[in-house]
């Protein structure tokens, strides 16, 4: 079956600092499209990124992430994070054109003064 | 833009009783929706996904018969935890989206405490 895998169970950084958030997955599937959600204590998972273009650099509230299928990969970056970023972050995946998302086991972000 | 509301947000309930939840779809047709249990160690499981005018999809370990779900329309979804046990407790995400394939946009959740 589909897993996605989040290598990073808790990443601690100071602000300002850039943030790279492995993932990585394994599909069989050729048309796939990948999900960066961030969930904030206490609340729902709010979508971040999406993406199903190889190679393609996609962006949103400064993270990016670009899917590579070469290496089946799909990391978060952000070039300086803030206090406010401090979350749980699931990367996912919804193949074949349904709306199964099959989770990471998520990366805790904390960030510190 | 495209929002889901879940409620209760939180219930406590004796353990063998009962919770239902529900799932409101607003500016955007529900066409598709997807149950999510979040475990306490923050990992999720999907129950079932349903499409309205189709059979609901059970993943493995879940039952119409403990967690049976209605999808009556385009905004509106509804679960009920049927016999709540210790091992049942989570919080229990709805994800909705307009279209099969399409980015789900998830509800609050309604988070199941058995005591």
């Known amino acids: 079956g589909d897993s996605v895998t989040q290598t990073e169970g808790l990443v601690t950084l100071t602000e300002g600092l850039p943030v790279k958030l492995n993932c990585t997955y394994q599909?069989?599937?050729?048309?796939?499209?990948f999900f960066w959600y961030v969930q904030h204590l206490n609340e729902a998972p709010k979508l971040l990124l999406r993406?199903?273009?190889?190679?393609k650099r996609t962006e949103h509230q400064g993270f990016h992430a670009t899917l590579h299928k070469s290496s089946s990969s799909f990391h978060l970056q952000k070039s300086s994070v803030q206090l406010s970023d401090s979350a749980l972050y699931f990367c996912?995946?919804?193949?074949?054109?349904?709306?199964?998302?099959?989770f990471g086991q998520g990366t805790v972000l904390s960030v510190i003064p | 833009g495209a929002l889901v509301y879940q409620y209760p947000r939180r219930t406590i309930c004796k353990s063998g009783t009962s919770m239902r939840m529900e799932c409101q779809a607003v500016?955007?047709?529900?066409?598709?929706v997807a149950w999510y249990r979040q475990s306490p160690q923050k990992t999720f499981e999907l129950i079932a996904l349903?499409?309205?005018?189709?059979?609901?999809?059970?993943e493995q370990n879940f039952t119409q018969e403990k967690f049976p779900i209605s999808h009556p329309n385009l905004s509106f979804s509804s679960m009920t935890v049927l016999n709540a046990y210790l091992e049942d407790r989570g919080l229990y995400l709805c994800?909705?989206?307009?279209?099969?394939?399409?980015?789900?946009?998830f509800g609050e959740g309604s988070r199941l405490i058995v005591v």
């Open positions: 996912a995946l919804s193949p074949g054109g349904n709306n199964k998302l099959t």
């Open positions: 599909t069989a599937y050729s048309d796939v499209a």
């Open positions: 993406s199903s273009t190889d190679n």
């Open positions: 500016g955007f047709q529900a066409t598709s």
């Open positions: 349903s499409t309205v005018n189709s059979a609901i999809k059970y």
């Open positions: 994800g909705a989206s307009h279209r099969v394939g399409n980015t789900l946009y």
